[in-house]
């Protein structure tokens, strides 16, 4: 074994349990979102709406009155809240399929491996907001999740054969022949 090779395979050893950390970090983020009483939360995603609000009304120049921004608000707040979820689990699914690609799982076991943990997040993750005050689990909410995160796993999958094609077949093609 050349030296080379060993740095490479002492390398793999030290970094590849280290892709999991992404995941985590994911995890602990969507449980302190889950940790915040259901005023704070209301007003997080509030005042996401009313940015977003401003941000159309800014580019598309409509000239909104304040009265006329609050409902807008209003009818965004709740599917603000909805994407948020999506978007958790999306960007979750994704951090949680890429390390199990890198250890080998692949095909329908890496989207049931990925599908699996992200519904069993979920599901913990409402459970917990029972706890907290001013929250309480939705069912919907699971299901949200459970959608983005199939999303972020046919993403992942997506994006793994395009780079297989394209980049790492071409690179084993000319080492062979």
Avoid: N
């Avoid at 395979?9 to 995890?27: G, Y």
């Amino acid at each position: 074994m050349t030296a080379q090779s060993f740095f490479i395979t002492l390398a793999r050893i030290i970094l590849k349990p280290l892709s999991f950390v992404p995941a985590l970090v994911i995890m602990y983020c969507i449980y302190s979102f889950s940790a915040q009483d259901g005023t704070t939360s209301s007003q997080l995603s509030l005042s996401v709406s009313h940015k977003v609000i401003h941000v159309v009304d800014r580019v598309f120049d409509f000239g909104l009155t304040e009265e006329q921004v609050d409902k807008g608000v209003e009818r965004i707040h709740y599917y603000i809240r909805k994407t948020a979820h999506f978007t958790e689990y999306f960007i979750l699914a994704v951090a949680i399929s890429l390390p199990l690609y890198v250890y080998g799982i692949r095909g329908i076991w890496l989207m049931l491996t990925s599908l699996i943990l992200c519904i069993g997040f979920a599901c913990l993750d409402e459970y917990h907001q029972l706890f907290v005050s001013g929250r309480g689990a939705s069912k919907k909410d699971v299901l949200i999740d459970t959608f983005g995160s199939l999303t972020g796993i046919v993403f992942t999958r997506i994006i793994g054969y395009i780079s297989r094609k394209s980049f790492f077949e071409p690179i084993f093609k000319k080492r062979c022949f």
